[in-house]
Each structure stands twice: as C-alpha cells, then as structure tokens.
C-alpha cells in the first residue's frame, strides 16, 4: 500500500460529497463575485446564457 504524500488538509476522502451551496445563495443576488483564494482574487460569474465562469 503506498501513501499520497501530495494530499492537503482539507483533501477529503473519495467517497465523501463535497460541501453542496445553491449558486443563489452563493452569488446573493449578483451577476458576478468576487472570491479570495490564497492571496488571490477569482471571479465567478453568471454569462448571459445563464452558465458560471471562473477567471483568475
């Protein structure tokens, strides 16, 4: 058996289900948002065919 020396504390298990939050909820009302990851500002956005990108 070997050991995944690449995982990161907050790596789950492959059988558990990710946190689940509707994008309503999520965007409160918005058309775009802005996250903070690791110093780092991403947008996420609704496209004016309803579909969500992320950009960086």
């Not at 058996?1 to 965007?27: C, F, K, Q, V």
């Amino acid at each position: 058996m070997t050991s995944n020396t690449n995982s990161h504390p907050g790596d789950r298990a492959i059988s558990a289900s990710p946190p689940r939050i509707s994008a309503e909820t999520l965007m409160q009302n918005a058309r775009e948002i802005v996250i903070e990851y690791h110093g780092f500002d991403y947008r996420l956005r609704i496209t004016s065919n309803d579909k969500l990108i992320l950009t960086k």
